[in-house]
């Protein structure tokens, strides 16, 4: 019986290279469905992908993850889109902006 690998932490994780959760097609509507611009917040946006699903149809975004690791990956993609992802713990978030949309798509289930 194969063992089960389990990360001792959220940068080994990411750095593995296993975690790329794809943009699912409810998001890509929801994406759509926003007006042109609209400035999304993503909570525990790990590696940017839905990030940069939001910046190719046309939104602002930002994004906070607690893995700098993860930070790192979704930089890399969200540089050359004039979007970023900076490291932070919820618990300390101080929003000083309004969004039209915040999203937390894996985040919840730490919290």
């Known amino acids: 019986m194969m ?3 389990k990360p001792k932490n ?6 593995s290279g ?9 998001e890509k509507k929801l994406l ?7 400035a999304i917040l993503d909570l525990g946006c790990g590696e940017g992908v839905f990030g940069l699903a939001a910046v190719r149809a046309g939104h602002k975004y930002f994004g906070f993850d ?9 930089n890399k993609k ?12 919820i618990n ?9 949309l915040i ?7 730490h919290l």
């Open 92 to 100: 300390d978030l101080n929003l000083r902006r309004d969004y039209d």
């Open 78 to 89: 969200l540089i050359k889109h004039k979007a970023v992802c900076a490291k932070a713990d």
């Open 32 to 38: 759509t469905s926003l007006p042109k611009s609209s």
């Open 103 to 109: 999203v937390m798509r894996f985040l919840v289930a």
């Open 3 to 5: 063992k089960k690998w």
């Open 18 to 26: 296993l975690h790329c959760a794809p943009v699912k097609a409810w």
């Open 66 to 74: 607690y893995s700098p690791v993860a930070i790192g990956k979704a």
């Open 10 to 15: 959220w940068d080994e994780f990411f750095a």
